[in-house]
């Protein structure tokens, strides 16, 4: 199983930026996927997932309204459209996949395969 996170860059602030993951060796499809993210000196936190299916979308309230998740189970791949980015969605973002109950998908210890992270800096 592996996962792999691309698209991370330098963005200005007030920009737009997309992140994708793609996964080989395991579907999505029928799984949660979650975008993580952690900055330095900050424990990784909840960017938001997607359900099975794709049926549902969550986001933590950072990022409501500014980033949205979506899927291309053709591809087999999971994309995080960030806008009106702002220096505070500095981080490493990862992408991981997991089957947890609803209440702790927001909880990293609830997924088990991680990709490997990508870097985006959002300047001032």
């Known amino acids: 199983v592996q996962l792999q996170a691309s698209g991370g860059g330098l963005v200005q602030a007030g920009g737009s930026l997309s992140l994708s993951c793609a996964a080989s060796?395991?579907?999505?499809?029928?799984?949660?996927m979650g975008w993580f993210r952690q900055a330095p000196g900050k424990e990784r936190e909840f960017v938001g997932a997607?359900?099975?299916?794709?049926?549902?979308?969550y986001y933590a309230d950072s990022v409501k309204g500014r980033f949205t998740i979506s899927m291309n189970n053709a591809k087999n791949a999971v994309y995080l459209q960030m806008n009106s980015v702002n220096p505070e969605d500095t981080a490493f973002y990862y992408c991981?996949?997991?089957?947890?109950?609803?209440?702790?998908?927001?909880?990293?210890?609830?997924?088990?395969?991680w990709g490997q992270g990508t870097q985006v800096t959002v300047s001032s």
């Open positions: 991981a996949t997991g089957s947890p109950i609803h209440s702790q998908m927001f909880f990293p210890s609830a997924y088990g395969y």
């Open positions: 060796g395991i579907s999505f499809s029928n799984r949660y």
């Open positions: 997607i359900s099975r299916f794709g049926l549902n979308t």
